[in-house]
């Protein structure tokens, strides 16, 4: 055995959408119900786990078998989905052998290594991200079923249906075509394969979806709480200022403001802050508890909560290859690559504060406690015990990279003598301030070119895909 397709049929009352494919086979009730698989291209089988069907050893020990190649279509779920049902039969995932200290700090994963993704290729080669619509603009001759959905809400999300009758058997052969589908696709694109490089990438990024990041949930849960309080105490205040029923209504404030003579097209944060300016003070503490309300928001801390695993650590917050134009990584769920900043003074006493749970100290204390409970988001996340998160960034990374590549001797000669200052010096050169609107007019030029760059690329590859792979032409 070489390579084995896989495809898989689960249930669990946890929101995969929400939650993610970790949290989402942590459930008590999490259980694979169809497993559908072929070996080396052969004929699709499909084992219906309900009835007491047992997966074949030689197929167990494949599944453990660094050797043997295991593919799948987003194979990040059937990866994790079948670390759990393997755990539950005792069999032993760590490919460390507890020597390691992936071994010994975080949950344990079947190794990524032998794992190919047939979403990472199709992304690769420029193509949706979805089984059905790559199965589509490549015109394959068998077709993901559209009963499929439907079939899912029935069987696999609570409350859960008894996997007899008609609708059963029509599951057990969504399940079969999905595989047939996948193996198309690896067909179809053979002949482009992807670099051993991209692989390594792919292998990494399991990796820290697997370790995931540790959070401090008493922070988090009394986030939320506080959160909550503060909505209820602002709109109870905009409620007697300006007896509307529903001043979070666009339209009813709109038309509020209206009767007191004052007119917007919007109320967004730009409006709202343009507004404040030339209203009088009436109308101004009706607008400012307003922008407070906006920013009234923890879906960051509710992602926490929904994503959150047994061990207190946060998976799968990376998507690999989810900007298939440009293979950049994409965000998940908390979207880790998009956090506030922090800049209040006293971090570690509003944070100290939160953690508490202590509503009346922040209002008293601080101007906006949706402001502080946003600065806090980052402070969310905690190392290990003797260690510390460093915060870092690139400081103009595309207009620095892109001018090298397009031979801008200005804007990259100004680079170079500001980083030769500060390896120097350990500061900016006040000097080279007085060069800032250049030097922005240099980044936005180098930064407009990069957009045209994109472009062409995006044009060539589609034109690419075409003459190579014979894309069908769907009038889009």
């Known amino acids: 055995m070489k390579s084995i397709s896989i495809d898989l049929e689960t249930r669990s009352s946890v929101d995969l959408g929400k939650s993610g494919v970790y949290r989402y086979a942590e459930a008590e009730d999490f259980a694979i119900l169809l497993f559908g698989y072929s070996v080396d291209g052969g004929a699709v089988e499909v084992i219906d786990l309900t009835c007491g069907a047992q ?32 755990s539950d039969l005792g069999i032993d995932l760590d490919p460390f052998h507890a020597n390691h200290p992936l071994s010994t700090e975080c949950a344990h994963f079947l190794n990524p290594r032998s794992w190919r993704c047939t979403m990472v290729w199709s992304a690769y080669m420029g193509l949706p991200l979805s089984l059905a619509a790559v199965g589509r603009v490549l015109g394959l001759e068998e077709q993901k079923m559209t009963e499929g959905k439907a079939l899912i809400r029935y069987f696999s999300a609570s409350p859960f249906h008894e996997p007899t009758g008609e609708k059963w058997e029509l599951f057990k052969s969504y399940n079969r075509r999905d595989v047939e589908v996948e193996m198309a696709i690896q067909q179809r694109l053979s002949k482009y394969p992807v670099p051993p490089s991209v692989w390594e990438e792919y292998v990494l990024d399991q990796e820290i979806n697997d370790r995931g990041i540790r959070l ?48 917007t097209e919007s109320l967004d944060k730009k409006s709202v802050t343009a507004l404040l300016a030339n209203v009088p003070t009436p109308l101004k503490e009706v607008l400012e508890l307003r922008q407070q309300l906006a920013k009234s928001s923890v879906k960051k801390y509710q992602a926490m909560q929904n994503t959150i695993c047994s061990d207190g650590r946060a998976r799968g917050m990376f998507q690999f290859y989810g900007a298939n134009r440009t293979g950049r990584f994409s965000g998940r769920h908390i979207q880790l690559q998009n956090l506030p900043q922090n800049h209040l003074a006293d971090l570690e006493c509003a944070r100290a504060l939160v953690r508490q749970g202590n509503y009346d100290a922040l209002e008293m204390l601080y101007e906006s406690v949706p402001d502080v409970l946003s600065q806090l988001i980052r402070t969310a996340f905690i190392p290990k015990e003797g260690r510390k998160f460093i915060v870092a960034d690139f400081s103009a990374i595309e207009a620095r990279v892109l001018s090298w590549l397009a031979k801008g001797a200005m804007a990259h000669g100004h680079f170079c003598q500001e980083r030769r200052h500060l390896l120097r010096h350990g500061k900016p050169d006040v000097s080279l301030q007085c060069g800032q609107a250049r030097r922005e007019r240099a980044s936005e030029t180098v930064r407009e070119g990069s957009g045209v760059v994109e472009w062409l690329r995006r044009i060539r590859r589609c034109a690419e895909s075409v003459r190579r792979i014979g894309i069908r032409d769907e009038g889009r």
């Open 55 to 86: 997966i074949p050893q030689e197929i167990l020990d494949a599944l453990t078998d660094e050797s043997v190649i295991k593919w799948a279509f987003n194979a990040n779920f059937e990866r994790v989905c079948l670390s759990r049902y393997l």
């Open 216 to 263: 401090d949930m008493p922070l988090v849960e009394n986030a939320v709480q506080i959160d909550a309080c503060t909505k209820e105490r602002l709109t109870d205040r905009l409620k007697a200022l300006t007896k509307l029923e529903n001043p979070n209504s666009v339209a009813q404030m709109k038309a509020w403001l209206k009767e007191r003579g004052v007119e």
